[in-house]
């Protein structure tokens, strides 16, 4: 997968995830808030991740 792909996935999974967050918060349900935390934080590491190997591949 190129770089710019992981960005754009990783992107979307932080968007899924403060969604899961936001309705767990509202709904008061503590597993879906932990999970929503998850994926955003593994979409953080794919965002970083696709930046690494773009630069990697500049050079």
């Known amino acids: 997968m190129s770089g710019t792909k992981k960005i754009v996935f990783g992107t979307v999974r932080q ?3 403060t969604i899961k967050n936001t309705i767990g918060s ?3 349900n503590k597993q879906m808030v ?3 935390n998850n ?3 593994y979409g953080k590491i794919q965002v ?3 930046n690494i190997e773009n630069t ?3 050079y």
């Open 15 to 17: 968007i899924k995830g």
């Open 26 to 28: 509202i709904i008061n």
């Open 34 to 36: 932990i999970e929503g």
């Open 39 to 41: 994926e955003k934080l």
């Open 48 to 50: 970083k991740l696709g």
């Open 56 to 58: 990697i591949t500049e």
